[in-house]
């Protein structure tokens, strides 16, 4: 009798066992390098999709893009295969579609995997703001959610729409257009970048300065570097020292850093006497000055962890400045949550 109650009770209990020995999903994920091999980690440190890859990138909408025998493909935060590598090229999943490329074209493909937009550009980029920029026989122009070609290619070049803005350029210049395609920003400028707090950076004779959304100079091309705003203040670069101004222009804080970085939840790094620190909005040290090195691109603070370089190996840090995850990856990108 006891031989015939045993079989079901361990036939229930089996996915029980199952479901208690798998590992719990992470809440945030970093993709890392450990030699030639990428993969992803948990804010501990720890790998939660083991290093398998030939390149990674960070998540998102779910989705991680992963590079397999020089293929491009997508897995879920469990490290499944949601879509096989089987792309010459990939971007990361916004709105819903990532631009992928077979052969030698680009299309766009849903998170299935199912082709949603045909292979018929030379180039295409992640949609924002509804939009995607897309190139054709060599001009550039933007395409909506269902591949309808909302602006014709006929730029020479394009940046991606944010509020309602993109730079283009005409004439060897750059200007800035609306969501119809018209000119709203006349094509002047020699380089530009997207816009950011409503303020957008251009260059015109070699210096740097700040329009607004109308094209008024809010802060005159005086500048031999700068980087877009963000928090309120951008950095700005003269005479090989670098510093902060706020929206009008205004110095925030003194060119007194050998390099200087975007603000991300109230901190920025610098580079003072070749070590790199974080400093608050009023300029005060709130980190010390004691890594190598920070990732050029790196968004600073994601999920409460910002990366940092120890001889020649990349860890995180808190807002506090206490190392969560020693420096011992060859290379990371920013925590995301999922």
Known sequence: MASLLEKPALKWFRPLRAALKRKPVAQKLCAARLGESWGFIDDRGDWVIADQYQGAESFSEGLAKIKRKDLRGYIGSNGDEVISPRFKGAMSFTEGLAAVKLDELWGYVDAGGELQIPFQYEKAFPFHDGLA????????????????????????????????????????????????????????????????????????????????????????????????????????????????????????????????????????????????????????????????????????????LAAVMRDKKYGFIDRHGRQIIPCQFDEVRDFQGL
């Open 133 to 304: 920029r897309v190139c054709m026989d060599n001009q550039w122009g933007f395409i909506d959610g269902q591949g309808y070609p909302l602006i014709p290619c006929q730029f020479e070049d394009a940046r991606n729409f944010y509020g309602g803005l993109a730079s283009v350029k005409l004439n060897d210049k750059y200007g800035y257009i609306n969501t119809d395609g018209d000119l709203q920003i006349a094509a002047e400028y020699d380089w530009t970048h997207e816009f950011s707090e409503h303020l957008a950076m251009v260059e015109q004779e070699g210096k740097w300065g700040f329009i607004n959304d109308k094209g008024e100079s809010i802060v005159p091309c005086i500048f031999d570097d700068a980087w877009m705003f963000s928090e309120g203040s951008a950095p700005v670069h003269n005479d090989g020292r670098w510093g902060y101004i706020g929206i009008k222009g205004n110095y925030l804080i003194p060119n007194e850093f050998d390099w200087a970085g975007r603000f991300s939840k109230g901190l920025a790094p610098v580079l003072r006497k070749e070590k790199y620190g974080f400093i608050d909005k009023y300029g005060k040290p709130v980190i010390p000055y004691l890594f190598d090195g920070v990732p050029v691109f790196s968004k600073g603070f994601q999920e409460g």
